[in-house]
């Protein structure tokens, strides 16, 4: 069943004089518990896909459904409740409050919906064991690692158990190790609580652990990559540097 | 409850972090409001006093009979017995006034000045009574001995008890005092408690039989005031109304009944514009306390902008988002505005102290009332939210995508880049509007006040586009001062222009405020000097505290070295203006005594001074000041009509004259005028003129030595006296002094503030300075010199702004008022600012400085 859908996504920018065509005309289709990734070089527009794909941003042209909105008609308003509700969000940079609590950091988003964090004590654990931080519910971002810090902040993108979950470049700022370990989070998320996740990403590694890789150049999907769940990971990475370098050439 | 979690979790949380900001952006709500109240609070204690002072002396009089001219000759007392026949009229209660001192006093030395008129008269003030019926209205509380039994010329007195303390006295001592006929002496039987009426004249006061004072001061048959109680002890407005009808058409035009009240409205009506500039000077105040909160929010919102990118991200809608800004500037607003109460608590005991030796007045604190309380309160919650407004509103609009950016943008808005246009149309607008003036309605200057901040805010938004051209000035000095890394530090300005230009624009304020202050001081002391030298005119000026008749004056002309000795009487008249009847002072002078001693200073520079003299010697004729010509739109040849003693006289205006004696509103007439139209021979004051070569001292010593004691005269230089009515000046603007310097304080902590988040948001830029080899010492010149900078442009700013802004408050003070003063801009006032400001910004900068300079170069590298 389709959860997303993008139907001819355009999205133009006025840079200076000139007007640059991010994408041009993008369709595609994300189905329930699916873990996909975007990739392609830089400019290629995967950015400005996941911007229109999570309600941050309105297309010039062409139509986001999620469930059964349609993003690009909602007032600001609505998208706004479309994203607390819908969509989760992991950053690059983390974003977690630096006053919160990593606890607190997680159940921010239902504190944002006037919801009672106590009433969501159970969820909380089961999330805090999901990402393997139960000792270390009490401490202040700038107490944990990187990793930690991304942990968290997947714990908090899925406390509102949303349709998607969107994360940009997740592993953009972390060593090799802990980017694997968050991959892995998020590939465990999508297997166990059926989660659809879309990861934008130019590390070829963590595209791997998607089912599908879509690859995007100069506003157009130029290829997809799916690979038999049974492809060994290295296999994978290899296909996708394979394709980059190609679309890269 | 989602309030209260937010609050919890985000509001309380982010307070908490940047807790020193909160606390410095707290200063300026708390300053702001703390001046509010401390103004308010002593302007009311100030009133209070006036109208105590009165109600002291009509005690509970309902209605009070005084003469229209107050002369010292009284009124007849067959008008007691008028009064008291008329229907509704139960006590009528005669007083006459005293003034004298007691004889072994030394020779007194002061001449006791008030700007607003409450001059204590620096002696004894006697009252006589009618003993069976002033206890009726005025309340006497005796501590020892007893009160005055019946009226007869017995000579005892009944004293407050501090006066006595201080002059050694006690019940069964006589009292020596001195009155026309000499040292007499009068049998202490009493002593009251320094309340009620013993507060009249300070404490420095007592009560007499009436007959004996007549007897003792010659004044047999005359009174100077009657009060009145009335058959029913609250009788309605109308009914006391009809009564005062009544009795002024019995007693006829001479004599005029007043409500007891009335006679402190004048004085307070004086004090008025006063009240109305320090109101003006702690809304400023307040004002620069909002630059400060709006700078400080600004700075949280440019900060915070990842995070608030990151809380639209995940489902914060806009509303949420502002609401979080105005939570914080709630909680600002409402503990700092408590804060500013306790302070202007404190404040306004300073300044009431302040204010009662600017008014020669006893002021007591008075408890602060709850309303006033109140409305500092509600300011300094309404301001703080306003100036948050702005801010909160951009956090709002923060974009969801700031979140996935790898910095905080710092976008400037519309107003940085653009502002400049409508900078230019305020500062056109309100300079318009403030020199044109058309609210002559608005008394209180709110209006006005209006223009100021419309000016302020034009001057303002043209910082932004001028701060690069202020840096490629400076960048020699700055460099030559700071070295190398000084000139990357006053760089620095341009990074963030919303930010340099809103403190910038704090000091801006600040340092107008003391331009305006110091120059309005000077100009008013500069013509207060050259006023005072005709005023005061000859070198000696002689005044007494017994009336003076007019022969002590050919006496004193007889002393060896006296050139010339003029007389001058100073009573009330009326005056029949086309509105009604307008209460001013006559200055009775002899023209041609007066033009030997000194000189007459006439507003036109092309007066002749021997025909004015010439028409004033025909009779009937006066000369006006300058602020009843402009008031009232009269010139020369024009006539007025003032009431004499045979009833409304016109008189013809001779000359304009510059005369700023009893507010300005005062004529001067001849003494022969004087003598034939109000019946009065006696002098307040004589000006002498000394032999040209003649030392002034010995003069003086020479006239005290042959008739200081007999007539007891004060004898005193008019240079001293000048200098005491520049120093009296001076305390009076010590209060807009106070002001100012508040103002400066405050744009001094939005310099703290600024700089402080300009480290932490370098604090990587710093480390890697440090890393490649910058010096502690050069990190701590770098912020010195972007503080400088700030200090430099705030300072110019403010002395242009308040130049501009001086110059335009002056031009309509002399319209609205009718004084016409010189203006003067004092050149080391000038300097004195500038040079206040920089010290100031480099004081402000020493924390952020010594907080950058000890930045960790590991730590700060990694700093996110």
């Known amino acids: 069943m389709s959860i997303l859908k993008a139907s001819k996504l355009r999205k133009e920018y006025q840079l200076g004089e000139h007007v640059v065509e991010a994408l041009k005309g993008i369709n595609f289709e994300v189905k329930q518990g699916e873990f996909i990734a975007i990739m392609g070089p830089s400019g290629s527009g995967k950015s400005t896909l996941l911007h229109l794909l999570g309600g941050l941003d309105s297309p010039s042209d062409g139509e986001v459904t999620l469930g059964d909105a349609h993003l690009s008609q909602l007032t600001e308003y609505q998208a706004t409740l479309a994203r607390r509700h819908n969509v989760g969000f992991v950053f690059q940079f983390f974003n977690l409050l630096p006053t919160l609590t990593a606890e607190e950091n997680i159940l921010l988003p239902l504190i944002i919906d006037g919801k009672n964090p106590n009433e969501y004590e159970e969820r909380l654990n089961h999330l805090l064991d999901l990402v393997g931080l139960h000792d270390r519910r009490s401490h202040k971002p700038d107490q944990l690692s990187g990793g930690e810090q991304q942990r968290v902040a997947i714990a908090r993108a899925l406390v509102t158990e949303p349709a998607i979950l969107l994360a940009d470049e997740p592993t953009g700022n972390l060593d090799t190790r802990t980017g694997t370990s968050i991959m892995e989070l998020l590939q465990r998320s999508c297997r166990e609580l059926s989660q659809t996740v879309i990861v934008v990403t130019h590390d070829p590694r963590a595209a791997s652990y998607a089912a599908r890789v879509i690859f995007l150049r100069d506003g157009n999907i130029v290829k997809e990559f799916k690979p038999s769940s049974k492809t060994p990971l290295n296999e994978r990475m290899s296909g996708i540097m394979s394709t980059m370098q190609a679309l890269e050439s | ?864």
């Open chain 2, 1 to 864: 409850m989602t309030l209260l979690r937010q609050i919890r979790y985000l509001t309380l949380r982010s307070i908490r972090a940047r807790w020193l900001r909160f606390i410095l952006s707290g200063f300026g709500i708390v300053l702001g409001v703390a001046v509010m109240l401390s103004i308010s609070v002593t302007n009311r204690a100030a009133l209070n006093s006036i109208m105590r002072l009165f109600s002291n002396t009509s005690g509970s009089a309902k209605l009070t009979v005084t003469t229209s001219s107050q002369s010292t000759s009284g009124f007849p007392d067959i008008v007691l017995r008028t009064i008291r026949n008329i229907p509704n009229v139960e006590v009528a209660s005669p007083i006459l006034h005293i003034t004298t001192i007691a004889a072994d006093d030394a020779s007194p030395e002061q001449i006791a000045f008030g700007l607003f008129g409450t001059q204590g008269t620096g002696g004894l003030t006697l009252h006589g009574i009618d003993p069976a019926m002033d206890p009726s209205l005025r309340e006497y509380k005796l501590v020892t001995g007893i009160f005055l039994q019946d009226n007869s010329t017995k000579r005892e007195v009944v004293l407050v008890e501090t006066y006595a303390v201080d002059k050694g006295l006690q019940v069964g001592d006589w009292l020596e005092i001195i009155t026309p006929n000499g040292v007499e002496s009068l049998k202490i039987i009493g002593l009251i408690a320094r309340e009620g009426a013993g507060q009249i004249n300070n404490g420095s006061f007592g009560i007499i039989r009436l007959l004996a004072a007549q007897e003792l001061f010659n004044r047999t048959g005359e009174l100077d005031q009657v009060d009145i109680l009335t058959t029913d002890p609250n009788p309605s407005p109308i009914e006391l109304d009809t009564l005062k009808n009544n009795l002024q058409l019995r007693i006829g035009r001479g004599l005029s009944v007043t409500y007891p009240s009335s006679q402190g409205e004048r004085m307070t009506q004086m004090l008025q514009n006063y009240q109305i500039g320090l109101n003006f000077m702690s809304g400023i105040a307040l004002f620069v306390g909002a630059f400060l909160i709006f700078n400080a929010f600004a700075m949280t919102v440019i900060e915070r902008t990842r995070e608030f990118g990151m809380l639209r991200t995940i489902g914060m809608t806009r509303n949420q988002v502002t609401g979080l800004i105005l939570l914080e500037a709630g909680a600002l607003g409402i503990f700092g505005s408590m804060a500013g109460i306790s302070l202007g608590m404190a404040l306004a005991r300073g300044l009431t102290t302040l204010m009662g030796v600017i008014l020669n007045q006893e002021l007591s604190f008075v408890e602060v009332p709850f309303n006033d309380m109140f409305f500092s309160w509600t300011a300094g919650v309404f301001v703080t939210f306003l100036a948050a407004g702005i801010p909160a509103w951009q956090a709002g609009r923060i974009s969801p995508m700031e979140a996935l950016r790898v910095r905080g943008k710092s976008g400037e808005g519309w107003l940085i880049s653009e502002g400049w246009k409508l900078g230019i149309t305020l500062l056109v607008i309100s300079t318009v509007l403030l020199i044109a003036n058309p609210f002559p309605f608005d008394v209180q200057f709110r209006l006005g006040s209006l223009t100021v901040f419309g000016l302020f805010s034009g001057a303002t938004l043209l910082i932004p586009n001028t701060v690069h051209s202020w840096e490629k000035i400076t960048r020699p000095i700055i460099k030559w001062i700071y070295g190398a890394s000084g000139s990357l530090g006053s760089r620095n300005i341009q990074r963030s222009r919303q930010r340099t230009t809103l403190t910038v624009a704090a000091l801006m304020v600040g340092v107008a405020m003391v331009i305006m202050t110091r120059s309005m001081t000077e100009s008013f002391a500069g013509d207060l000097r050259n006023w005072m030298s005709a005023y005061i005119g000859g070198d000696i000026f002689a005044s007494s505290s017994v009336p003076m008749r007019s022969d002590v004056g050919q006496r004193i002309d007889s002393v060896p070295g006296v050139e010339a000795v003029a007389p001058i009487r100073y009573f009330n008249v009326d005056w029949q203006t086309a509105d009604g009847v307008e209460q001013i002072n006559f200055m009775a002078l002899d023209p041609v005594a007066y033009a030997r001693v000194t000189d007459f200073v006439f507003s036109d520079d092309n007066t002749n001074t021997e025909q004015v003299v010439q028409r004033l010697q025909k009779g009937n004729a006066i000369l006006i000041s300058s602020v009843l010509s402009e008031k009232y739109g009269l010139k020369t040849g024009d006539y007025i009509e003032l009431r004499t003693r045979s009833g409304y006289l016109a008189f013809e205006i001779a000359a304009v004259v510059v005369d700023f004696y009893n507010q300005g509103l005062v004529v001067q007439g001849t003494w022969d005028d004087m003598k034939r139209y109000f019946r009065i021979n006696d002098a307040s004051t004589f000006f002498i003129k000394v032999n040209e070569g003649q030392s002034i001292d010995e003069v003086k010593r020479r006239i005290d030595d042959l008739y200081g004691k007999r007539y007891r005269l004060i004898l005193i230089s008019n240079t001293s006296i000048r200098e005491q009515a520049l120093t009296l000046m001076d305390q009076a603007f010590s209060m807009f002094d106070v002001m100012a310097l508040i103002s400066i304080v405050v744009g001094s902590l939005g310099i703290v503030n600024t700089l402080t988040m300009s480290v932490i948001e370098r604090t990587r830029e710093i480390g890697m300075l440090r890393a490649i080899g910058m010096t502690r010492a050069q990190i701590i010149y770098m912020v010195l010199a972007e503080a400088g900078l700030i200090g430099v442009i705030g300072g110019v700013l403010g002395v242009g702004t308040g130049m501009v802004l001086a110059r335009i408050l002056f031009i309509g003070m002399t319209t609205m008022s009718g004084y016409q003063l010189t203006f003067v801009m004092p050149p080391e006032g000038i300097l004195i600012s500038l040079i206040a400001a920089v010290i100031i910004s480099q004081i402000a900068a020493i924390f952020p400085s010594r907080r950058a300079s000890k930045v960790k170069i590991l730590e700060a590298v990694h700093y996110e």
